[in-house]
T-cell receptor, first 115, second 109 residues
Framework: IAGITQAPTSQILAAGRRMTLRCTQD?????MYWYRQDLGLGLRLIHY???????GKGEVPDGYSVSRANTDDFPLTLASAVPSQTSVYFC??????????????FGAGSRLTVL | GQNIDQPTEMTATEGAIVQINCTYQ??????LFWYQQHAGEAPTFLSY??LDGLEEKGRFSSFLSRSKGYSYLLLKELQMKDSASYLC??????????WGAGTKLIIKP
């Protein structure tokens, strides 16, 4: 089934630990994104990649890093997790980055709790 | 700064019509998206407006007025499955989506 796969679905993590959230898409979309969603707030962009080999910073990039070695994979790494990074993380992709090509397909989300 | 304003919560009756409003201020504008998000699930695409006017798609319609920085989502013949959050997201001059906090729609029998 075409779409986006995120892993893990849910994780409880001790503060200070390193964590990588995985994201894989099989739609050959050029652009990929990582968002976090917190209660009462809109989705906030962490990092994005317009095409394989390139990445960019979003609205809230501090404490997170990404890589885009190929078209399909876009992992998000928390180098040293802190409690404020407790959130639901969504990976998304789109065919392109201009106007109507920005229709996003989202993964099911990864719920992360940092204690 | 960039700002999106939509009601936090709305309640409507099954079979009725509801209009969810969204006002926005963005640095440039390249269209506006509406997404639906059921509790515990991912957002899914509903509509995209780039020109002024009404776009109808089955029971759902979306309206845009660029001069007023205003959009609404109109849901007709409400069904219980329409209970969800509805996210308004205009796109700025850099083609980045600016997300509202969403409107939680509760449908009562």
């Amino acid at each position: 089934i075409a779409g986006i796969t995120q892993a893990p679905t849910s994780q409880i993590l001790a503060a200070g630990r390193r964590m990588t959230l995985r994201c894989t898409q099989d739609m050959r979309h050029n652009a990929m994104y990582w968002y976090r969603q917190d209660l009462g707030l809109g989705l906030r962009l962490i990092h994005y990649s317009n095409t394989a080999g390139t990445t960019g910073k979003g609205e809230v990039p501090d404490g997170y890093s990404v890589s885009r070695a190929n078209t399909d994979d876009f992992p998000l790494t928390l180098a040293s997790a802190v409690p404020s990074q407790t959130s639901v993380y969504f990976c998304a992709s789109s065919t392109g980055t201009g106007s109507g090509a920005n229709v996003l397909t989202f993964g099911a989300g990864s719920r992360l709790t940092v204690l | 700064g960039q700002n999106i304003d939509q009601p936090t919560e709305m309640t409507a009756t099954e079979g009725a019509i509801v209009q969810i409003n969204c006002t926005y201020q963005t640095s440039g504008f390249n269209g506006l998206f509406w997404y639906q998000q059921h509790a515990g699930e991912a957002p899914t695409f509903l509509s995209y407006n780039v020109l002024d006017g009404l776009e109808e798609k089955g029971r759902f319609s979306s309206f845009l007025s660029r001069s007023k920085g205003y959009s609404y989502l109109l849901l007709k013949e409400l069904q219980m499955k329409d209970s969800a959050s509805y996210l308004c997201a205009p796109m700025d001059s850099n083609y980045q989506l600016i997300w509202g906090a969403g409107t939680k729609l509760i449908i009562k029998p």
